[in-house]
């Protein structure tokens, strides 16, 4: 499978590749087509035939996109706006220019926005917004400078020099014409016609400059240097355009003589040229005119006037335009005494008139068809608009009701995805608690199971190793009194009762302790006799003081205080065997019962070594025991113990100790009243 989707893959990028190199290809054929394409719109465009260069300008503008000839597409932009300046759409021409220039900037030439900004004047100038026409032809100036093209710089200047005259700026207008006769000067030097062209422009503007300014001597002069260098152009064109000015300034100096030698020069011009047929009669018109109003008419001038206006070509069908020449060659004929060819010539100008009144009323009524059927065109272009707005709208509704409707399909699919996932993932964190909760269930089953153990083993502790302990200790204490009466013997069996007393007192201790862990025993208060558990406490280690020499002196009063019997006992017990363990060879341990201040109080001294500190009761403090004075040795869990039950019983327990001077324990109880002496209460 993934074999066939390289090789797929392969492929499509292989006819892409293909694809892209027929569309980028440039061949020479290419090329030469579009050079051929664009010559012919702008011969068309640029001549008689505006439309059809307009046709070739669309093929041109698909070639030059096609092979991405960017030059051309600005050239055909040029051309399509003057295209539409000659079709009088002026709003029009002036946005293709300024697209022209917006990708001219993007490309950065010059040129070809020197050329758009000289457009944009020449409309300027023709709708007389001379101010906004000299700003583009100074834009113009600019950048044919940048682009050192000196024929831009010229028709920039030309531009210029003719809106300063519209707007009355004589001096400006004289400095810009004479700087454009300099820089055409300079560029004239070769032989190049189109060059010499731009000269004879430059000293035909310099004339019309010096004519505005009253020269009419340098004005004539030159004028006719522009005739000559227009000569040398062999430009027949340039020729007749130079003459044709020199002849009217000529007439408008009132100079009909030498005006009529150069407009006669023209028209033989232009007949050699075979110029337009109208361009020769309104010449020929012109200079019967000024024959007559300088009434030398020349026979020969109506005559050929007559020629041109009733020639065959022209027989079946006189020009209407014709009208105003054909009036003043039947007053030229009358003034000449030809009164049979004014008189046959008049008939004509009546038979004009008479087609053109008719031509006229044909013309009105056809105009009104065509109105009313370009109403009707437009009636059905607009039906058609408005069926493809509404069919467009229905469109973008549908495809709204479908991007709605995908949209839900979306987000009614993900939210099941997330319920889905989130039912998995629940279902998946239940399964875990139920696990959990097993292990829990487990954990406690065993934990109990071990409680159960321990409680088991401490009551094996409690009464199968308590119990023979406690019958040692009583066997030990009856033979001791037999043994009295051996008095070699009666030692031997006081150390041993000692001992005995010893490791009783330590299985007790681990015995409560564990309970006390378990809190399996809460105590059972009740108004207790101190004195009595004194005495008791005392006589159960006689013996062991006895053994060390130690006095027990005792200086008791009775007190009741409210307490678990046997948590008395055992703190008791095990403070007085602590004294008598540290207390020195013939000192006395001081026990003292009294009562003071609401309080029970009991007060243990010995004047043992003491303590280097007051121990705090922490169960995450290691506790340690020093050995006795004979070297006896403890747990550590003596005093932990008994400050632990003193708390049990709503007790205190502190001590005073100075180090090699003894210390002294005090057991406090709170004082019951006689109330609660009478009762006997449970407390937890």
Known sequence: MKQLLLLAALLLS?????????????????????????????QYIYSYKPDSGYIYLQKTFEIARQLQQASYELKCYLALAYYYKRKAQLKKSIEVYQKTLQLAKQQGDTSIMASAWQGIAMIYTDQGKYRLATDAGLRCLRLAELAHDTIKQSRALIMIILTHQQLGKRKLAREYTLHNLSLVKQMAQSADPYKLQQLSLAYST???????????????????????VARKTNDASQVLDQLDAISTYLFECKQYDS??????????????????????VSHLTMLA???KHSQKVDPVTIARLGIMLFNDSTRQAVKPEYLASIKILVDLEQEAGLYK??????????????????RNGIEVATMLEANYHLSKKEQVIRQQQVNIAKSRQEARDQELRQTILSLFLVFTTS??????????????????LVAHKEEIQRQATQLAEQ?????????????????????????????????LTHGGQALSFRRMQSVVDQLYCTLDNLLHWSMLKQKKRKGFVQPIDLSDIVNDVIALYGSSAFLKKVRIELNMEPVVVLADESFACVVLRNILQNAIKYAPAGSAVEVSVRSGRGQRMVAIRDHGQGMASIPVFDESEKMTSCPGTEGEKGTGLGLVLCYELMQLNDGYLSIESTPDAGTVIYLSW???NEIAADQNLLVV
């Open 670 to 672: 709170p004082e019951i």
């Open 14 to 42: 292989a006819g892409y590749t293909q694809v892209g190199q027929r569309q980028g290809a440039k061949t020479p054929y290419d090329t030469a087509q579009l050079k051929r394409t664009y010559a012919l719109a702008h």
């Open 206 to 228: 310099l004339a019309n400059q010096e004519g505005i300014d009253g020269r009419h001597a340098a004005a004539l002069a030159n004028y006719k240097k522009a005739l000559l």
């Open 415 to 432: 939210f099941l995805v997330i319920i889905l996932v989130s039912y998995w993932h629940t279902n998946k964190i239940r399964k875990k």
């Open 259 to 280: 005006g009529m030698v150069y407009l006669k020069e023209l028209i033989e011009l232009s007949q050699r040229e075979h110029m337009e047929a109208s361009y020769t």
């Open 451 to 483: 409680n159960r153990l321990q409680t088991n083993l401490l009551k094996v502790l409690g009464h199968d190793l308590r119990g023979p302990v406690i019958s040692l200790k009583s066997e030990l204490a009856v033979v001791g009194e037999q043994a």
């Open 289 to 291: 005119l000024v024959q």
């Open 341 to 358: 060819e004014a008189y046959h010539h008049l008939k004509w100008v009546k038979a004009i008139e008479d087609s053109l009144i008719s």
